[in-house]
């Protein structure tokens, strides 16, 4: 609804025993007010419209008649389309039930300050023969300067009327009601104290003196049981306020205290707070409302109370701690929206680097050890090194870090033992290490090892039959797929599966032979491989060998024999005696030489070679052979 009567709805500020309260404008005196609307779903309980409706108007004939600076004004009652409303005082401030319910104790003094401006309400209206019946912490509205007002006398009771009291129903909270009220017996003031009683011991222990799991049995706790001792509840409080709350408590009204303003002023004795603390008030219990708004909205940590708070005291003392806080915490929102989601365990350490005890953090934890966790159980039956170097790296700290170093190590030395017994070429060493490790992911090719050194000479033999050859490569290749549970076809004939097994060969457990296409580089072929490595170097000296051959017989045939080596000792060749050198010519003059032309050197040149060449055929003449 937008309008109700004259009132424009601005927006809802609760719900109250009897209806809804609003937050409403009045267009014609331009002031905000208050709004209290009946709720009609009362009638399920058995009272009819009409009366509902003369309750109500009751309320405010009641509250109409007080003028107190701690009660709550009545400015307007009406009734439009079947919904009746009251329009009151709108207090900006909380409620008494808003402040307790802030982290942190509130301070003795400026609880009993609002206990006193309560009790001067409720003795206030006890001397104009009115009821309030309904007295809880959230009828008691505390305003920004400390002043508290009592509202909502929504069941209260004017002496002369009694038309719509007689049934004795009992509308207010438990917790709060009288003892005398629950008996259905005649109620006085009394019944008021008794109920700002158990709202001060709430307010000083943060506990109520009466609470059960059920209505039924807490109205006999209240009717029949001592009230719970405050000290239980706060222990720190003075053993003179506890006396003071098993008097205001009292099961029978007369051992109570005569009004309520006694009652605050003995407790406030027991406090040992003077009549001039209680008097003193404003700046100083508006700095403690904004303390207690920044403890309530830094402990939320919840960017919306901090910007809420800021509206609310936009130059207080902590509004530039507030602004750092909003920032931070709109900053860890974005980040967190983008980790939440995700797999890698790097984005989350990060944020919980960037945010260590922030809002999220706890959030952030819980993910990292379930990714952690999820990651443990995939590898945590491996026997691959790298599975956890990856895992450590990715949680050094974890919970399974240490299992992650302790199975790091068991991997490191199956590799080892692995690369040992592959190379041992001995089939009992390669067998135990298959029985030592079962699920070895190099079970596979251990079976091929084993196959390949049963059959035939070391590494090779095998390929001097070629069908066996091939057979044997298929067996090892087959008992490599049997392994790795990889299904296949068997491609050779039963007949011949049959007298492979019984030549010994290795089959798969149901007794197959499977003989699948082996890709260039598989471990089947290691066998060839290893003989070809051994006769290439046969081979390469073969070839040598032909050649040297070839360039023999090549010489035999274009000279006949070999020439000996020349002797070293016996025959030197002497070198030929050096050229002369040329003669030097002088340029001729400028001008008398002009248009001739030098004369070229006409004279052969001897080639060192050839004179070489010469003087080795004087010596052994042309056949080779040395001339006697």
């Not at 305003?143 to 002496?159: R, V, W």
């Not at 033992?417 to 251990?446: C, I, M, Q, T």
Request: charged share 25%.
């Amino acid at each position: 609804m937008n309008r109700i009567g004259r009132y424009q709805i601005v927006g809802e500020l609760g719900q109250g025993g009897m209806g809804k309260v609003f937050r409403a404008l009045d267009p014609k005196l331009r002031r905000v007010v208050a709004l209290k609307t009946i709720r009609f779903d009362l009638i399920a309980e058995g009272a009819g419209l009409r009366g509902l409706v003369e309750r109500f108007q009751l309320e405010a004939q009641a509250a109409a008649g007080l003028n107190h600076p701690n009660i709550v004004t009545i400015y307007d009652v009406g009734e439009e389309e079947g919904v009746a409303y009251i329009v009151m005082e709108f207090v900006d401030g909380q409620t008494l039930r808003q402040l307790t319910a802030s982290p942190g104790r509130m301070d003795s003094v400026h609880t009993v300050r609002i206990l006193h401006d309560t009790a001067c309400a409720l003795d206030y209206a006890h001397d104009m023969s009115i009821l309030h019946r309904d007295v809880k912490p959230g009828n008691i509205l505390v305003g920004k300067n400390g002043t508290a007002k009592l509202a909502d006398f929504g069941i209260a009771k004017i002496n002369s009327v009694t038309g719509l009291t007689r049934s004795g129903t009992v509308l207010g909270t438990l917790h709060y009601i009288a003892p005398e009220h629950l008996k259905g017996l005649t109620l006085d003031k009394r019944a008021d104290q008794y109920s700002l009683a158990v709202v001060a011991y709430e307010a000083l222990s943060g506990a109520v003196p009466f609470d059960a799991p059920s209505p039924e049995s807490l109205m006999l706790r209240v009717l029949l049981e001592p009230p719970t001792s405050i000290l239980e509840h706060y222990s720190s409080l003075p053993q003179a306020v506890d006396q003071v709350m098993r008097t205001a408590l009292a099961k029978e009204p007369s051992n109570r205290y005569e009004t309520c303003v006694e009652f605050v002023l003995a407790l406030a004795d027991a406090l040992a707070i003077s009549r001039i603390e209680l008097a003193v008030r404003d700046r100083e219990f508006a700095k403690c409302l904004e303390d207690r708004a920044w403890r309530s909205a830094s402990s939320a940590r919840d960017p919306e109370g901090i910007q809420a708070f800021l509206e609310e005291y936009p130059s207080g003392v902590h509004n530039g701690e507030a602004r750092q806080l909003y920032e931070r915490l709109v900053s860890e929102q974005a980040a967190w929206d983008a980790v939440r989601e995700s797999s890698a365990p790097g984005p989350i350490r990060d944020f919980l680097a960037r945010f260590t005890n922030g809002r999220f953090s706890a959030e952030a934890q819980a993910l990292l050890a379930t990714l952690e966790s999820n990651r443990w159980t995939d590898i945590r039956n491996s026997l691959d090194p790298r599975d956890f170097q990856t895992f450590l790296s990715s949680f050094p700290n974890g919970q399974f870090a240490d299992l992650g170093r302790q199975k790091l190590k068991e991997a490191n030395q199956h590799e080892r033992e692995w690369e040992e017994s592959s190379h041992s070429r001995d089939v009992k060493r390669v067998r135990s290490f298959l029985e030592r490790y079962p699920s070895s992911p190099h079970k596979g090719h251990a079976t091929q090892v084993i196959a390949a050194l049963e059959h035939g000479e070391p590494w090779g033999s095998s390929l001097a039959n070629p069908e066996a050859s091939n057979e044997l490569t298929l067996i090892a290749t087959a008992a490599s797929d049997a392994a790795q549970a990889t299904p296949r076809t068997p491609l050779l004939p039963p007949q011949r599966q049959q007298a492979i097994r019984d030549e010994g060969a290795v089959s798969t457990p149901s007794g197959e032979v499977f003989a699948p296409v082996i890709p260039a580089h598989t471990p089947a072929t290691v066998p060839v491989v290893q003989w070809l490595s051994r006769w290439k170097y046969y081979l390469s000296g073969c070839i040598v060998l032909g050649i040297l051959a070839a360039i023999m017989v090549s010489v035999f045939l274009k000279g006949g024999t070999v020439p000996p080596p020349p002797m070293p000792s016996a025959h030197k060749f002497v070198e030929p005696a050096p050229l002369p050198p040329p003669a030097k010519i002088t340029p001729p003059d400028e001008g008398a030489q002009a248009g001739k032309r030098k004369t070229p050197d006409t004279k052969p040149k001897i080639d060192p070679k050839e004179k070489e060449l010469k003087g080795l055929q004087d010596l052994f003449g042309p056949t080779g052979k040395k001339e006697p």
